[in-house]
């Protein structure tokens, strides 16, 4: 099993520009989030999903769209990307909408926005 | 949803065994309490859960106050590798607070 895989590993973004994450996951979880870590800070939930056609905001959800159209697959769409979004970006998946059950994390994606 | 609060940074020893407090004052009675680690470089992996009392697994055990609004995961033999941000949450959501950078020492 390949878990949680987030494509790309890195990405330089200019201003304006928009651009999707991938975040793909291969053990029938329901749920799925996504987090930013910015340098030398902690991790944020952005938004989240409880399974195929739901969605829900996090804490830091503005300027950031999900949607959650598979099982499988929780892309995040940045529309215009700004400096500000600058971070590292996680993907998790659990098992069911419980919340009770351990998550598993991608290994992230680097963005930079210049 | 409150965020836990826990010391920003810890030090230890290697083979001694380490405290790592987490303070959820406003936790709700039927949230768990969830702690993850992230090793540098590397996305945050699980590390223990429990609602009410303590847990044990082959990494670490935890230990949750009687009013559960404190918890502390215990690292029963500090290695180098334990060397981490170590995350606690008090919501079914993940919404961690800044964590605690553990240095082990040699």
């Known amino acids: 099993n390949a878990g949680v895989t987030q494509t790309p590993k890195f990405q330089v973004l200019k201003t304006g520009q928009s651009m999707t994450l991938q975040c793909a996951q291969d053990?029938?979880?329901?749920?799925m989030s996504w987090y930013r870590q910015d340098p030398g800070m902690g991790l944020r939930l952005i938004h989240y999903s409880v399974g195929a056609g739901i969605t829900d905001q996090g804490e830091v959800p503005n300027g950031y769209n999900v949607s959650r159209s598979t099982t499988e697959d929780f892309p995040l769409r940045l529309l215009s990307a700004a400096p500000s979004q600058t971070s590292v970006y996680f993907c998790?998946?659990?098992?069911?909408?419980?919340?009770?059950?351990?998550?598993?994390f991608g290994q992230g994606t680097r963005l930079t926005v210049v | 949803d409150a965020k836990t609060t826990q010391p920003n940074s810890m030090e230890s020893n290697e083979e001694e065994p380490v405290h790592l407090p987490c303070n959820h004052s406003?936790?709700?009675?039927?949230?768990?309490i969830h702690w993850y680690r992230q090793l540098p470089s590397q996305g945050p992996e699980y590390v223990i859960h429990?609602?009410?009392s303590n847990v044990n697994n082959r990494m670490a055990s935890l230990a949750i106050a009687e009013d559960r609004k404190s918890s502390t995961l215990i690292l029963h033999r500090a290695t180098l590798r334990d060397a981490a941000v170590y995350y606690c949450s008090d919501t079914g959501k993940l919404i961690f607070g800044q964590g605690t950078t553990l240095q082990v020492k040699p």
């Open positions: 998790a998946s659990r098992r069911d909408r419980g919340l009770y059950t351990e998550a598993f």
């Open positions: 406003t936790i709700s009675g039927t949230d768990y």
């Open positions: 429990g609602l009410t």
């Open positions: 053990m029938n979880h329901e749920y």
